[in-house]
């Protein structure tokens, strides 16, 4: 089955910087739009990024435009988030995802999800 597997999360200083990779397994990779979510405890899922079939588009959510760059390598099958000038309200468990043939609407319609990885900002 389909399988997202995200890393590179953990606990940083505010200030500082962290790239998030995701790699995809047994999935069509260039035909599914590519995307960022993120978590905290009580709240919804947050869309932050997506980026197009080749990567030519990005898309970002008004919390992070500016600060984080969504990228993909169709080549490896992985997209990255690098995340710059972290703030403490970044804390969350991130999660990739991948969406069929089109980007999101208003976050909905996610096809697969990763299991998640949690960065923690410390002030």
């Known amino acids: 089955q389909v399988q997202l597997v995200e890393s590179g999360g953990g606990l940083v200083q505010a200030g500082t910087s962290l790239r998030l990779s995701c790699a995809a397994w047994?999935?069509?990779?260039?035909?599914?739009?590519m995307g960022w979510f993120r978590q905290v405890p009580g709240k919804e899922r947050e869309f932050l990024a997506s980026v197009n079939f080749d990567g030519g588009l990005t898309y970002y959510g008004d919390s992070v435009k500016g600060r984080f760059t969504i990228s993909r390598d169709n080549y490896a099958k992985k997209i990255y988030l690098q995340m710059n000038d972290l703030k403490p309200e970044d804390t969350a468990i991130y999660y990739c995802a991948a969406k069929y043939m089109g980007n999101w609407d208003r976050g909905q319609g996610t096809d697969y999800w990763g299991q998640g990885t949690q960065v923690t900002v410390s002030s």
């Open positions: 047994r999935l069509d990779f260039t035909s599914h739009f």
